[in-house]
């Protein structure tokens, strides 16, 4: 069973950068495929970032940029290193993992609040 626990969420002025972290256990980490995902108040869960199995990582048109993800097969996790946020970056952030591209994203962290002041 795969667990994860993310860490890093606060308040930031528009402009600042933070960064979020996942630890994950309970699975070979480097045949995880990780992702993050957010959820705005009143808004559905989005697509954020992936750092795929196989080196390759995918950022939403939104955060292309400024966010940058990070995976660490030694210390089994991932971060997403967010700069230049604005208060449209406001939201809860989950971290995600699936085991491959043929399953879905069935694994989730309990999400951290990130909340960017104007």
């Known amino acids: 069973q795969v667990q994860l626990v993310e860490s890093g969420g606060g308040l930031v002025q528009a402009g600042g950068s933070l960064r979020l972290s996942c630890a994950a256990s309970g699975y070979t980490f480097s045949s995880l495929n990780m992702g993050w995902f957010r959820q705005a108040p009143g808004k559905e869960r989005e697509f954020v970032a992936a750092a795929w199995s196989v080196g390759t990582k995918n950022y939403a048109a939104s955060v292309k940029g400024r966010f940058t993800m990070f995976r660490d097969n030694v210390k089994n996790t991932v971060s997403l290193q967010m700069n230049s946020l604005n208060a449209e970056d406001t939201a809860v952030y989950y971290c995600?993992?699936?085991?491959?591209?043929?399953?879905?994203?069935?694994?989730w962290g309990q999400g951290t609040q990130v909340t960017v002041s104007s």
């Open positions: 995600a993992a699936r085991l491959s591209v043929a399953t879905p994203w069935n694994y």
